[in-house]
């Protein structure tokens, strides 16, 4: 059993930053990876951005190059950087890890913070 919080999320204005946090309950060592998705009103949740144990990355192609997945593994901690936001990145963003279970594995989601960008 995993818990993650997210926190971080806010108002901000368009071209302004923020750092999202994902705390884990236990170590996040042995994920499978974890991973930042958002969600927005009247729309499917997204991935954002994910990171893989062995520190591989990947990001939508909206958000490559202003925002960041970066972990901390002695704090069990995940985070996003967002730099350079734009209206369209207000959604709710969600925490994921994908914790290896039995012969497979088990997909962990956080409550979700509020991002939201004024123009």
């Known amino acids: 059993q995993v818990q993650l919080v997210e926190s971080g999320g806010g108002l901000v204005q368009a071209g302004g930053s923020l750092r999202l946090s994902c705390a884990a309950s236990?170590?996040?060592?042995?994920?499978?990876?974890m991973g930042w998705y958002r969600q927005a009103p009247g729309k499917l949740r997204e991935l954002v951005a994910t990171l893989t144990s062995d520190d591989r990355t990947n990001y939508a192609s909206s958000v490559k190059g202003r925002f960041t997945i970066s972990r901390d593994n002695t704090k069990n901690m995940v985070y996003l950087q967002l730099n350079t936001l734009k209206p369209e990145d207000t959604a709710v963003y969600y925490c994921?890890?994908?914790?290896?279970?039995?012969?497979?594995?088990?997909?962990?989601w956080g409550q979700g913070t509020q991002v939201t960008v004024s123009s």
């Open positions: 994921k890890a994908v914790v290896p279970a039995g012969r497979g594995h088990y997909d962990y």
């Open positions: 236990r170590s996040i060592s042995s994920f499978n990876y």
